[in-house]
T-cell receptor, first 113, second 113 residues
Framework: GESVGLHLPTLSVQEGDNSIINCAYSNSASDYFIWYKQESGKGPQFIIDIRSNMDKRQGQRVTVLLNKTVKHLSLQIAATQPGDSAVYFCADNSGGSNYKLTFGKGTLLTVNP | SQTIHQWPATLVQPVGSPLSLECTVEGTSNPNLYWYRQAAGRGLQLLFYSVGIGQISSEVPQNLSASRPQDRQFILSSKKLLLSDSGFYLC????????????FGPGTRLTVL
C-alpha cells in the first residue's frame, strides 16, 4: 500500500550546522503533513505541520518545505544543537483522512559537539 | 492546556497473561483517541482509533482490543498476550472535528516473556 518513506535512516551533523531531513510520500491525495521528534523512550513530540496549499512554513529554528510535484517533504533545522538529537518522523494524513496518519520509519539525527 | 497520560510506564508480562493499558486525556472534550504500537527501531503502526464513546475502529487484526468507556479514557486490552505483542505502545489524541494533528502520550514499554 501507499506509505510515507524516508531517504536516509541516519544523519550525523556538527553542532551549529544546519540539518535537513527528507521524506517522500506516495499518496497524492494527502493534504496534511507533520513532523514529529521522538527522543529515546518518549512519545513523539509535534514539531511543525504544513497543509498542501502551502509550500513552506517556518517555526522556531525549523522550516518545513513541501514539494507536491515530486511528493517530497523536508525538515530543516537551523543551528542544530545537541538537544536536537532524536528520531524524526514525517507523517501524512493518508490521502485526506480526517483521522489517520501514515508515518515514515524515521531518521535518527545525531548532533556531534 | 491539554495533557495526556498513560500507565503503566513499563510492564513485563508472561505469555498468555492478560493486558490492560490505560490512557486518559485532560483539558479537552470529545477528542479523537488512538492506540499505536512501535516496534524497536521502527515506525508507528496504528492499532485502533475512536471518535467517540463506545466507537472503536480497528486497523490491524490481532489479539488486542480497545474500549472507550468514558469520553477521555481509552483502554487497550488483551486476553492472552503473545511474544509478538512486545513493543512501545503509544496513545494519542486529536481535537474533534477532523483536525489532523495528533498529540502523543509518554508511552508504555511492554515486554512479553
Amino acid at each position: 500500500g501507499e506509505s510515507v518513506g524516508l531517504h536516509l535512516p541516519t544523519l550525523s551533523v556538527q553542532e551549529g550546522d544546519n540539518s535537513i531531513i527528507n521524506c517522500a510520500y506516495s499518496n497524492s491525495a494527502s493534504d496534511y503533513f507533520i513532523w514529529y521528534k521522538q527522543e529515546s523512550g518518549k512519545g513523539p513530540q509535534f514539531i511543525i505541520d504544513i497543509r498542501s496549499n502551502m509550500d513552506k512554513r517556518q517555526g522556531q529554528r525549523v522550516t518545513v518545505l513541501l514539494n507536491k510535484t515530486v511528493k517530497h517533504l523536508s525538515l530543516q533545522i537551523a543551528a542544530t544543537q545537541p538537544g536536537d538529537s532524536a528520531v524524526y518522523f514525517c507523517a501524512d494524513n493518508s490521502g485526506g483522512s480526517n483521522y489517520k496518519l501514515t508515518f515514515g520509519k524515521g531518521t535518527l539525527l545525531t548532533v556531534n559537539p | 492546556s491539554q495533557t495526556i497520560h498513560q500507565w503503566p510506564a513499563t510492564l513485563v508480562q508472561p505469555v498468555g497473561s492478560p493486558l490492560s493499558l490505560e490512557c486518559t486525556v485532560e483539558g479537552t472534550s470529545n477528542p479523537n483517541l488512538y492506540w499505536y504500537r512501535q516496534a524497536a527501531g521502527r515506525g508507528l503502526q496504528l492499532l485502533f482509533y475512536s471518535v467517540g464513546i463506545g466507537q472503536i475502529s480497528s486497523e490491524v487484526p490481532q489479539n488486542l482490543s480497545a474500549s472507550r468507556p468514558q469520553d477521555r479514557q481509552f483502554i487497550l486490552s488483551s486476553k492472552k498476550l503473545l511474544l509478538s505483542d512486545s513493543g512501545f505502545y503509544l496513545c494519542a489524541w486529536s481535537p474533534t472535528g477532523g483536525t489532523d494533528t495528533q498529540y502523543f502520550g509518554p508511552g508504555t514499554r511492554l515486554t512479553v516473556l
